[in-house]
């Protein structure tokens, strides 16, 4: 089914268009030109412009009782679920690929939102949207044609992302932020959880709610590691809307406390902001 130049989300099925409408679909799959239909277990997601979400991140969380963690996660509050990719080139840590992808997909529906620290994204772009992912994104560090890669994951049906590193500026960004969905902020270098947080990134998040507000985009912006009662006051306060946190929610005691406790935090604190 091939339908171009306009996006429809109804009745549980999304159809994405491509971002370039002059651009073939990029990637490693010529054959995939045209636009997948997400099946009817897909959630919409309409996002409310201000909205805090909690998005656990399972590689802290039990991989032997996954579905248990994430549904614990889940009813703490927890409204997407974060999926680190690794692959041991990009970052010096190898965790899952696909196949889990898929059994988390029939675990929950919540959106899966997929971040993928590995090289040559494209090559694996279409798998994982396949395999479920709902949203996808990549890094600005990894990706040699980001506009192309973007389209790309939009073409497959999920919502795009940028991620950047802490030592990446925003300005590498400039020319992607009118057609990103969301674009996540690390606030740990990527590959492995319970890091410390680095207060420096918050400038980035700042910068980025800035210009959103000044060019009218539409992005939402998360950010990613260190995430817990500690530092989430001033993540918020910086006008981050999407907070993964992977060890603060699965890292000790009860899931669903930690992420009820974590997301009400967050909650105050943009009242507050307001
Ligand atoms: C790190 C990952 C994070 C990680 C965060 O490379 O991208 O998603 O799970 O873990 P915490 O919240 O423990 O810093
Ligand atoms: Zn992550």
Redesign the pocket.
């Known amino acids: 089914m091939r339908i171009s130049g306009f996006r429809l989300q109804a009745s549980g099925y999304r159809l994405q268009a491509p971002l370039n409408f002059g651009l073939p679909a990029g990637g490693s799959r010529p054959s995939n030109t045209g636009l997948r239909l997400k099946a009817p277990g897909f959630r919409p997601y309409f996002p409310d412009a201000g909205l805090i979400e909690l998005a656990p ?4 969380a039990d991989f032997a009782h996954l579905a248990q963690q994430v549904e614990r996660a889940t009813a703490g509050g927890g409204s997407v679920i ?1 999926v ?1 990719i ?1 692959d041991g080139h990009f ?1 010096p ?1 190898i965790t899952i690929g696909p196949p889990v992808v898929k059994s988390l997909r029939k675990a929950t529906r919540l959106p899966l939102d997929c ?1 993928l ?1 590995i090289e040559n994204p494209d090559q694996y772009i279409e798998d994982f949207a396949e395999a479920g992912a709902d949203w996808i994104s990549v890094h600005q560090e990894a990706t040699r044609h980001l506009n192309r890669t973007l389209s790309h994951i939009k073409h497959n049906g999920c919502r795009a992302g940028v991620v950047i590193n802490p030592a990446t500026p925003v300005e590498t960004l400039s020319e992607v932020l009118d057609i990103v969905d969301y674009v996540l902020v ?10 410390k ?1 680095i207060p420096s990134v918050l400038g980035k998040v700042r910068k980025l709610a800035e210009i959103r507000a000044e060019r009218g985009y539409g992005y939402q912006i998360e950010i ?5 009662l500690d530092t989430v006051s001033e993540v918020v306060r910086a006008g981050a809307e999407i907070l ?6 699965f ?1 000790h005691g009860d899931v669903t406390a930690n992420a009820a406790a974590l997301l009400e935090a967050a909650k105050r604190e943009s009242l507050q902001r307001v």
């Open positions: 991140s399972i590689l802290s974060h680190d690794m970052v840590n971040h620290m690390m606030s740990v270098n990527p590959g492995f959880g319970g890091q947080f990613d590691g260190g995430v817990a993964v946190a992977g060890s603060a929610v890292g």
